[in-house]
């Protein structure tokens, strides 16, 4: 018994790998697809790649301008101040001129300052 250059002695391990790249480009893809940001009665629900968050209204004291940074370049994304200073970052927005309306008709619903711009 020892080590096999022969085809079939690798097609297993092979095969394994190859599931598991599929697997997590799949779910890498369903969460890239999942990224959001809604609104209801309660409060926001803010989906990024790795986590998701439900912030009650009560919590939310505003909306501003946040730019992050990638090899892609500097992109405008939605940054929520918290009644307590901290803030989370939606990378589901981008700035466009109905998006920024929209935040604005929520904002003034609910009583959320929004020093923000259309990009």
Known sequence: MGFSTAPEAHTAPTALV????????SL???RLAAWSLSADKE??????FCWSRRIP????SAFEDAWV??????????????DD???????????????VEALGR????????????PC
């Open 18 to 25: 190859v599931v598991g790249l599929l697997v997590g480009c």
């Open 28 to 30: 890498m893809a369903w």
């Open 43 to 48: 409060g926001l629900v803010v989906r990024n």
């Open 57 to 60: 209204w009560s919590r939310v």
């Open 69 to 82: 940074q990638d090899e892609g370049g500097t992109h405008w994304v939605l940054k929520i101040v918290l």
């Open 85 to 99: 200073g901290s803030s989370v970052r939606s990378t589901a927005t981008s700035g466009h001129p109905s998006e």
């Open 106 to 117: 929520l904002a003034l619903r609910y009583g959320v300052r929004v020093p923000i711009e």
